[in-house]
């Protein structure tokens, strides 16, 4: 993967999510991706779960405010060098985000569409979809929606090819749907992109669960955008990245296995 070797300064990413106490998914998976690619987090809290690594028993989510009030902070004192939003939980707070980086932001954003957890469970107060399409979707330079994600977002349309346009029509430049949720022998990751051009990445299905493997991705991604690297590239080396973390994975719970974001 690329690292941040020679620059003076390491870039710095603006991290939006949700608290996970199990440590696999949420701020710390993106910590702990952008840290891993010589990049400096700073992080801007949407929620606090309880969860362990097994399911989310309960979460609480911040008033739009407090999040738009952590957000004006950190950027009116870094550079903020590339964005990622993860787990939002509510569409207030959606619309406060995107309404804010609209106006105030031109660093590249990355979006990774938390409608539930990996193991369904619930993680937002209210229906997210139209707030995702009106208001974040449309902002993004990246979406990483998994197969089940990009079908709630685009119930209407018919496959994946056709739910994919559907997002990019929405002003989305790109959008790499992840397979990881199925069945099949592969990981097929597939790149939609605004200008027609699509591609593809399979990697070897592995064995077990694991928790925050989106946010890994997303973040990893957002990283090597950050470090100035054009969309197809920095995806690819995310993707390798966070392939990596998950053969490192190990079962430090009693529930999914947890990825080793190690650089
Ligand atoms: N953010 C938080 C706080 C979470 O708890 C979860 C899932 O449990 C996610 C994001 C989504 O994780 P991923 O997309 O990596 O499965």
Redesign the pocket.
């Known amino acids: 993967m690329k690292t941040n070797k020679t620059a003076h300064q390491r870039p710095v990413v603006m991290v939006i999510?949700?608290?996970?106490p199990?440590g696999?998914?949420?701020?710390q998976?993106d910590i702990e991706s952008i840290m891993a690619a010589g990049c400096h987090a700073v992080t801007v809290l949407t929620?606090v779960?309880v969860?362990d690594s097994a399911s989310?028993a309960d979460?609480m989510v911040m008033e739009p405010e407090l999040v738009l009030a952590q957000m004006k902070t950190v950027m009116a004192d870094f550079p903020i060098a590339a964005v990622k939003t993860?787990?939002m939980g509510s569409a207030g707070n959606i619309a406060a985000v995107s309404d804010w980086l609209k106006q105030n932001s031109k660093a590249p954003l990355v979006v990774?569409p938390?409608l539930?957890?990996?193991?369904g469970?619930r993680?937002a107060i209210d229906d997210l979809v139209p707030a995702y399409r009106e208001k974040l979707l449309p902002i993004a330079t990246i979406a990483t929606p998994?197969s089940e994600e990009l079908e709630r977002l685009a119930p209407a349309a018919k496959g994946q090819s056709k739910a994919a346009a559907e997002l990019l029509a929405l002003g989305c430049d790109h959008v790499l749907v992840t397979g990881g949720h199925g069945k099949t022998g592969k990981i097929h990751n597939r790149l939609y992109s605004r200008n027609g051009k699509t591609s593809e990445m399979s990697w070897p299905r592995l064995a077990h669960e694991?928790?925050?493997?989106?946010?890994?991705?997303?973040s990893a991604a957002a990283a090597q955008l950050a470090l100035g690297e054009k969309v197809k590239p920095a995806l690819t080396i995310a993707q390798a990245y966070t392939y990596q973390a998950l053969v490192k994975g190990e079962r430090l719970g009693k529930g999914q296995w947890i990825p080793f974001r190690k650089s």
Request: proline share 0%; aromatic share 6%; net charge negative.
């Open positions: 999510g949700g608290q996970d199990s696999g998914a949420g701020l998976a929620a779960t969860q989310v979460f993860g787990m990774d938390v539930a957890s990996n193991e469970d993680l998994n694991y928790h925050g493997s989106g946010c890994t991705l997303a």
